[in-house]
């Protein structure tokens, strides 16, 4: 059992209040049971009320809504028999709301209070679908709990408790809902010849993961929930009932669209469905076709913007057709821009359309405020003065008016906005009012008296939780009628107006926090013009849907349930891949055909099915009789290799085909079949004791090839010279070609035959069906470098498939070539150089590394040494197995013999006016020095016209800059780590020298606080003495800031963390201000801060997540 927190507590000064804070107890009795001392009552001994009692405090109900079990809400009432004498707990009989069973459990509880004395309380609770053994469903409710008086002035003892009930939790209310001595006394009045009533109110939200039928009890399905996407349910919901928009929808040409990418059809199919079907609809198909990537389903993109670029696609495809201009004629309204001179005839306006308003909520009580505030005229003057022109700078006033509204107004309430001092999104949860119906005629330039600005609501979209997620709902008026429906993702059902809209103004009221949220709120609303009702709603009929459409989606239905057939009668079928001779053609390796690309012909066959029917099945497909074919499957013998074997017909054919395959699935085989060409009617008979089945395969050296030549049954007993003449004629060789005759017997093992003239049975090593034979010209080809097939297959056992990724190009997909694991490291750089078009040693190869840590992602090792005496088999067996190889290379502008002696050195560079940088990658000598990094720095520069062309070396850290270390520094002796950055800058021309009253500081910009540092810091020469506005002038001419903009900047000393604030006017330079004191010494120097706002973009560190939404088709 469980228990809501004491915060629902009453607060009235009476003693029956005063009760111990609640807990938990597992409870497991069904029955209603009290105790008459002798023995159990029955469960009639318990009198139980159910039906709609007065309660002038409750909501009620709209007077259409239906009093059944499906309702929302209800009060029943449970009397106790003989209540001093309950012992255990008693349940009452169900009340059904929201199609589910609703029971009081009331049972005694004992406690001990402070003084250890026994206090004995009443445990009052409410449970929810107790009985239920599933485990997945869910229903929020808000209820009261009552304890009824006997009396006439006593009032009833209430609490309230509001709760997600499920599986887990089914039951919530108070272990010590007031105390037993309290509820015995006849005095409090709440017990009358020893029985108690107890009453609960509960109002329920539609259940979810159980069998709540939307459709019969609304009308409407919902949309299923695809992921972080809620928002979008409820966005397509409004707009499927904004009736003119879908019309206009399911007249768009999509005959021609591809099914997968097109948004226009995915979203006819939503429609369709919606309006169709009686079960939630998936949004799927629609999603994908946006062009969505899997995060993107799941990513939290902003409504405005994807109600925008919806349209905008809609919009596009209408073009052209029957329905265009529809939704800007359902949309677009109209405002104007203007700036008025007080003082002079002078004005300046501009018309704008727009699709929706953004209305700002924060501190408007309602929508009248918000779009007064929309409207509020702002005053240019002062520094702010509106430049008119000929008329120069003059008072202005500036705004905007509306003049035009659209039929369909999409209000965008502005709940999501920037908080700068956190940098993130925040939402707000204010009270804020809208009303059922508006008027905008007070909005518009030049109202319309015969065509009044007046609206009814139609949507409330309302978003639960904070900007971090939370769920989303809408709720629609779908006829304009007032009779108002909750959309709930997959559950839809009847509300009451008051949920639909008061319920949704968000922020703290005492009457509502029962039954809403503080965080429950309306995010966007939509309203439709009163005179444009009866055009935007007018009902979609079957004849509105073009045919071409309505029979395609059937179509599309009618193959989802026969691939959905397939799907579940899956593991009563096998797969057969059969392979036919014309696959074994251009076959280069070992065995008969490549299992990694195979030319299967795939069938599936009921896994019980007869050979016979197998037979009938191929044949029918071949268009071949069946004495015309010969299965062959194949099987794996025990050196590895994938030969065809003997299927015997006969004795198989009335056997099942997976014990045939020996369960095998799928399963391969070679169907052998007559050539057209042989001038016989049916396949030769091939007798399995005397008889074998032999493959044959031409290699040529010239080519580097091996061809396919067929097979052929032979007598076990007949002799290879007996061959001969047959393989000539198959390779195309005049009769008398001498050959050389192998058997390949498994990969890197071809073994040569040499008595031409014993028996195939003992010449070839344990002869078995598919075995193959070898042949090529006994005459030598000089000049290939794979002259027999011996030769050849060695060679192709070595070799692998290689992927080079070049490691400076972020997700390069690189390219793949196929090499001799036997290759050199010079051989491998020549190969690789001839792909990318460069010099063998201008590249650097590195091996993939699979770090625990980089499991997910290869990376690149430590380079390779040019050196290296290794062959790429060595390189490659770090890579996984069975994934692609690879190995890391970048181009170099150095050669690689020479990088070996060199040291690599990230760095940052930036010019004299310190206002971007770039990173730089220098190759100074591994023993060399930081003045030897920077002669290879000047090598790399373009030093401007009147540049000093010399450089300094200085280290950054926490946006703060500091000289770095000396010049005849061994570049060993740096410390690389990710707090502290090396930088290399050119030396401007009066900082080449400092004189004994000068001194270079470091100045750092700041915002606000001293450790909010930002942007570029730089070095800057100050003088003993010199008025800091001096100073100033020569930072402002450093950074290039405008006069204006630098007005506003403010200056401060810091010294170990703390600020000292100059005032401009007075501060003269002390160099002593800017060194540590004496006994500060080796911390920081002191640095000179620039305190202004910061106007680079914020970089988020989840910026993956900051992609716009983009549909892609």
Partial sequence: MNHVTGQYRRSEDNPQAE????????????????????????????????????????????????????????????????????KDSALSPACYVRNLPWKIMVMPRNSHGQDRTAQRSLGFFLQCNGESESSSWSCYAVAELRLLSVRPDVEPFSRKIQHLFYSKEND????????????????????????????????????????????KHTGYVGLKNQGATCYMNSLLQTLYFTNQLRRAVYKMPTESDDSTKSVALALQRVFHELQFCDKPVGTKKLTKSFGWETLDSFMQHDVQEFLRVLLDKLESKMKGTCVEGTVPKLFEGKMISYIRCKNVDYSSTRSETFYDIQLNIKGKKNIDESFKDYIAKETLDGDNKYDAGEHGLQDAEKGVIFSA?????????????????????????????????????????????????????????????????????????????????????????????????????????????????????????????????????QEVTDADIPSELADRLAEEKRMEQVRRKERNEAHLYMTINVLLEDSFDGHQGNDLYDPDRPLFRVFKIKKMALVSEMMDMFADAFKYPTEQIRPWPFSQRSNQTMRPSMLDLEADSHKAVIDTAENQNPWTIFLELLPPDSGLTMLPNFDKETDVLLFFKMYDPKQKKIHYCGHSYLPVTSKLSELVPL???????????????YEEIRPNMIEKITNFNEPLEKVLDELMDGDIILFEKEEREEFSDLPTCIDYFKDLYYRVEVTFVDKCTPNDPGFTMELSQRMTYDQLARAVAQRVGTDPYLLQFFKCQNSVSSSYKDSPGHPLRCTFEGTLKDLLVFSKPKAPKKIFYQQLSIRV?????????????????????????????????????????????????????????????????????????????????????????????????????????????????????????????????????????????????????????????????????????????????????????????????????????????????????KIYN
């Avoid at 393989?727 to 005759?741: H, K, M, Q, S």
């Avoid at 730089?920 to 290879?936: F, H, M, Q, S, W």
């Avoid at 000068?998 to 942007?1015: D, N, P, Y």
């Fill in 727 to 741: 393989l000539n004629e198959r390779a195309g060789f005049p009769p008398d070609t001498e050959l050389v005759l």
């Fill in 172 to 215: 919530w209310g108070f272990s010590h809902f007031m105390a037993w001595n309290d509820i015995l006394d006849p005095e409090k009045g709440y017990i009358k010849d020893d029985a108690i009533t107890l009453e609960v109110h509960v109002v329920a939200d539609a259940p979810h993961g159980v069998s709540w039928d939307s459709k």
């Fill in 405 to 537: 509204f659209p039929p369909v107004l999409h209000l965008h309430l502005m709940r999501f906005q920037y908080d700068p001092i956190t940098d993130c999104s925040v939402k707000f949860n204010d009270r804020f009012e809208f009303y059922e119906k508006i008027s905008l005629d007070s909005y518009l330039q030049e109202p319309d008296p015969s065509n009044p600005a007046n609206y009814t609501l139609h949507a409330v979209l309302v978003h639960s939780g904070d900007n971090h997620g939370g769920h989303y709902v809408v709720f629609i008026n779908p006829r304009g009628d007032g009779k108002w429906c909750k959309f709930d993702d997959d559950v839809v059902s009847r509300c009451t107006k008051q949920e639909a809209i008061e319920h949704n103004y968000g922020g703290h009221d005492e009457d509502m926090n029962m039954t809403v949220k503080h965080c429950t709120n309306a995010y966007m609303l939509v309203y439709i013009r009163d005179s444009e009702l009866h055009n935007v709603l």
């Fill in 19 to 86: 009760v111990e804070e609640m807990e938990t107890q597992e409870v497991t009795t069904t029955e209603s049971v009290t105790d008459t001392g002798g023995g159990e009552m029955d469960q009639q001994n318990g009198e139980v009320i159910i039906g709609p009692q007065p309660d002038p405090g409750m909501t009620v109900q709209d007077a259409d809504m239906e009093e059944d079990e499906a309702r929302s809400e209800a009060t029943f009432r449970y009397t106790v028999q003989q209540f001093s004498k309950l």
């Fill in 897 to 1109: 013999n020479e990088l070996e002696n060199k040291k690599q050195f990230k760095c940052i560079y930036v010019g004299p006016n310190v206002l971007e940088e770039k990173e730089i990658i220098l190759y100074p000598n591994k023993r060399g020095t930081v003045a030897d990094l920077l002669e290879e720095a000047k090598k790399q520069i373009e030093f401007g016209e009147g540049s000093t062309g010399k450089l300094r070396f200085t280290e950054v850290s926490c946006n703060k800059v500091a000289l770095g270390p000396k010049e005849d520094t061994p570049l060993d002796h740096l410390v690389i780590n990710a707090a502290k950055i090396y930088r290399i800058e050119e030396v401007p021309r009066d900082e080449l020298h400092i004189a004994e009253d000068e001194m270079l500081i470091s100045c750092a910009h700041f915002q606000k606080e001293v450790f909010s540092t930002f942007g570029l810091p730089f070095l800057l020469k100050i003088k003993q003495g010199e008025p800091f506005t001096k100073v100033k002038e020569r930072i402002q001419k450093r950074l290039g800031v405008p006069d204006k903009e630098f007005e506003k900047y403010k200056f401060s000393i810091v010294a170990m963390g703390r600020q000292q604030v100059l005032q401009d006017d007075e501060y003269v330079v002390n160099l002593a201000d800017f060194r540590p004191l004496p006994n500060q010494a080796g911390s920081p120097k002191p640095w000179l801060g620039l305190d202004h706002v910061n106007k680079a973009p914020k970089k988020s560190r989840f910026n993956y997540l900051e992609k716009a939404i």
